[in-house]
């Protein structure tokens, strides 16, 4: 609601030079990136294959993500069973989940040495591969099959209860209800999923880096990071980074609508009353599928813990450093996140200019982090060492690339707050910091925490932009994880997996915790 | 017809005791406040709830254990009656054939039905392009369809305007009479009970507090009854 008697405070100039900020710092380096690219030659064949092979695995993990998820809804949605909150929290997860721990968890299992082709060899059958495009997919359904789940899941329970109710009186079996009820609902929420996720996965960098990178298993952003790392041709990257750009605009948008999530798993854990499918059969299916589903989640995650905990103690100097820088610098990306995000949620909430500063919030979803890394490289170039700016540059991003997440988690709340308190604060004349700090953080404590925690956890998994620029006295954890697998020496890289994956854990979980106790709602 | 025999239930907190009796034909106001347990009561006849102890008898058989299909009843919810991607024939016709595949003489007896209630011709119409008053005759419609001897209705026409609701209770009145059938509803509205019903009972805390015919007790209304006139 804007109140437009009321004079434009020093919170909203805040709110009003952070969001010209973050608008200059993401078109900045992407208008770099343009001036860079001018005048270069067409791509060339196997650029043209990155962005078949892009789109090609992105397809088949949005296909496998949504279709395998469909039962595993289901189950969860009729059946009530011990651990049944705790998985569907586990659904929520992949978000602040480190994606190379969660890699090579899945290398543990499903790699050339993994324990499926070990039993697999045990009947006489043939291994499988994980490096290219099997294990790409493999990951990407890893990563996205939960937020399915949890797409899907929302629609069931968007069915009311009362539609059960009736269903059950008029003798429905559980073919009825999945024709009248459920495939009407899946035909409105699925086309929603399959894109969110075909989206996710054309943009992402991590998985493609470790599993893929040969000629026919190389996405736009890897072949990016491969002509700046490999060959330094500044133009091709910056050319491969406008079609990213271009992959992205239509992606994020759509992304940011759909898929976050507003808490882990909140509201979701109520079972379906349901007076069908109560037979052996249905009953034994149901709990197959919830026990395959959860084995799928979980036993990477427990190799990576088995096999990584006996080798923490015995981690190299280099990764304790490497942890170190992590942990510094996905505080100060937190921090910086928070502070970007609270003036803009004020704002936002304010109700003045909404459409444009939730756009310029969103707009880090819109532009790949790769592609940012690079032109901030173009425009720093002439002044600084990249070593030298690689810890600050990769904090700048991955605050950006928070942003939107924290303003989603934000802004509901700060709304509500100056909806149900902003007229008596008003009345009792309490204005600028006072009303700051003893009527609005009070209230968006919850929030506030959980959004610091996204970002922390975010920014200390991250295997992006840092590739670009590190040095080896600058690697962060997730960095020299990654080069300790490139060199084989993997027990290392497991305990570093630990490491890493206890540290993302414990930051969000100390945030998330913070915003919780003694908060006023 | 209906009997409720030592019915007693306790869910988060809240305790409903019922004793009741319903005779054939008979049409039976549930009156009291909201979370007095009306809801509850014709969840514990439907079989969406099963009691900790008391028995539910229709027609003298003890169905406490029996499937909700199985129950020999229809009923109308306060909303969602209908499906809103099926037109109103289909959800007419789910009454008698879930997997919507009818026979002549089973078409037939949807459009009958339909047109019983006021919608002939109204078949093809989704409920997204029927008025609220429309989509309660459709429902109306289904339940006369599948010929159940009692049938339970909360408060169905709750969000409808009171013109409208004096006409659907009417309408309800007519079609009971035409099927003897027995009836149970749920209501916050002395005057919706007055306008259909024959027997009241005054469900309050999870009690019976009052029970009998209407007509006695709206000449002389009891104590407990003056909040509601």
């Known amino acids: 609601m804007a109140e437009r008697a009321q004079p434009l405070g020093a919170a909203h100039w805040a709110g009003a030079g952070v969001a010209a900020l973050v608008l200059l710092a993401i078109l900045g380096p992407l208008g770099a990136v ?72 899945l290398i543990a299992i499903f790699g050339r040495q993994g324990a499926l082709n070990a039993g697999l060899a045990v009947f006489g059958l043939q291994g499988i591969e994980i490096y290219g495009l099997h294990g790409i997919v493999l990951a990407h359904v890893f990563f996205n099959l939960p937020l399915a789940v949890r797409l899907i899941l929302q629609g069931w329970l ?36 399959f894109l969110v996720i075909f989206l996710i996965c054309t943009t992402s960098f991590a998985v493609a880096l470790i599993l893929g990178g040969g000629p026919r298993s190389t996405t736009v952003e890897l072949a990016i990071y491969q002509a700046f790392r490999y060959d330094f041709d500044l133009g091709r990257a910056a050319l491969l980074g406008l079609v990213q750009v271009a992959i992205c605009v239509v992606a994020g948008l759509l992304v940011l609508r759909v ?167 008003r009345s009792l004349g309490m204005g600028g910091w006072a009303r700051l700090r003893h009527v609005l953080l009070p209230r968006i404590r919850r929030p506030l925490g959980f959004g610091a925690g996204l970002a922390a956890a975010m920014a200390m998994g991250d295997l992006g932009v840092i590739t670009l620029f590190a040095t080896p006295q600058s690697g962060t954890l997730p960095l020299e994880m990654f080069r300790l697998m490139g060199s084989y020496r993997t027990d290392d890289a497991e305990a570093a997996a630990l490491l890493l994956l206890g540290l993302s854990l414990a930051l969000f979980w100390i945030f998330d915790r913070g915003g919780r106790v003694n908060a006023a709602t | 017809m209906l009997q409720l025999d030592g019915i007693h239930l306790t869910l988060d907190g809240f305790t409903l005791r019922a004793d009741l009796s319903v005779a054939r034909s008979a049409r039976l106001a549930v009156l009291g406040p909201s979370g007095g347990g009306k809801t509850t009561l014709l969840n514990v006849i439907a079989g969406f709830l099963r009691p900790d102890a008391g028995r539910v008898l229709i027609d003298g058989r003890d169905v406490t254990g029996w499937p909700v299909p199985e129950r020999p009843l229809s009923m109308l919810f306060q909303e969602g009656n209908l499906f809103p991607h099926l037109g109103a024939f289909d959800n007419v016709a789910l009454g008698i054939a879930p997997n919507l595949r009818l026979g002549d003489a089973g078409r037939e007896a949807v459009t009958q039905a339909l047109a019983q209630v006021g919608l002939g011709g109204f078949g093809d119409r989704r409920p997204g392009d029927l008025s609220g008053g429309q989509r309660s005759r459709v429902a109306i419609a289904r339940m006369l369809l ?8 909360d408060e169905p026409f709750a969000a409808l305007d009171p013109g409208l609701r004096r006409e659907m209770l009417a309408l309800l009145d007519e079609l009971c009479r035409a099927q003897g059938l027995t009836l149970v509803m749920v209501s916050h509205d002395l005057r919706d009970a007055e306008r259909l019903c024959t027997d009241l009972c005054l469900l309050e805390d999870g009690a019976i507090s009052l029970n009998g015919p209407l007509a006695p007790m709206l000449a002389a209304p009891p104590a407990a009854l003056t909040p509601w006139l």
């Not at chain 1, 059950?168 to 086309?191: C, K, N, W, Y």
């Open chain 1, 34 to 105: 343009l001036w860079r690219a001018e005048g270069l030659s067409a791509l060339g064949p196997q650029d043209h294959g990155a962005i078949r092979f892009t789109v090609w695995q992105a397809l088949l993990s949005a296909l496998f993500s949504t279709a395998l998820a469909i039962p595993v809804a289901r189950a969860l949605a009729r059946r009530r069973f011990h651990g049944r909150t705790a998985l569907i929290a586990l659904m929520g997860a992949p978000f602040i989940l480190p994606v190379i721990v969660a890699v090579l968890g």
């Open chain 1, 158 to 193: 968007a069915i009311p209860a009362e539609r059960f109710r009736l269903a059950a009186t008029l003798g429905f079996t559980s073919r009825d209800i999945a024709r009248h009820m459920e495939r009407p609902m899946l035909r409105q929420v699925l086309p929603g999923a």
């Open chain 1, 259 to 425: 898929a976050l999530p507003a808490g882990m798993g909140t509201g979701l854990d109520r079972p379906l009353e349901r007076f069908d499918a109560q037979g052996g059969w249905q009953r034994a299916g149901d709990m197959a599928v919830i026990a395959l589903s959860a084995a799928f989640l979980l036993l990477p995650l427990g190799a990576v813990f088995l096999r990584g905990v006996t080798g923490v103690a015995g981690l190299p100097g280099s990764v304790w450093q490497a942890a170190e820088r992590s942990v510094v610098l996905s505080l100060a990306t937190a921090a910086l996140a928070v502070v970007l995000a609270l003036p803009m949620a004020l704002l936002i909430a304010r109700g003045r200019a909404k459409g444009l500063l939730e756009t310029i919030g969103a707009l880090s979803i819109a532009v790949s982090p790769l592609v940012i890394g690079t032109g901030l490289f173009v425009i720093l170039r002439p002044h600084v060492t990249p070593g030298s700016s690689a810890l600050p540059v990769t904090g700048l991003v991955n605050a950006l690339t928070a942003l939107p997440f924290v303003l989603r988690a934000l802004v509901p709340a700060v709304e509500e707050a100056e909806a149900s308190h902003g007229r008596l604060a």
């Open chain 2, 146 to 153: 599948r010929r159940k001897p009692l049938a339970l209705l």
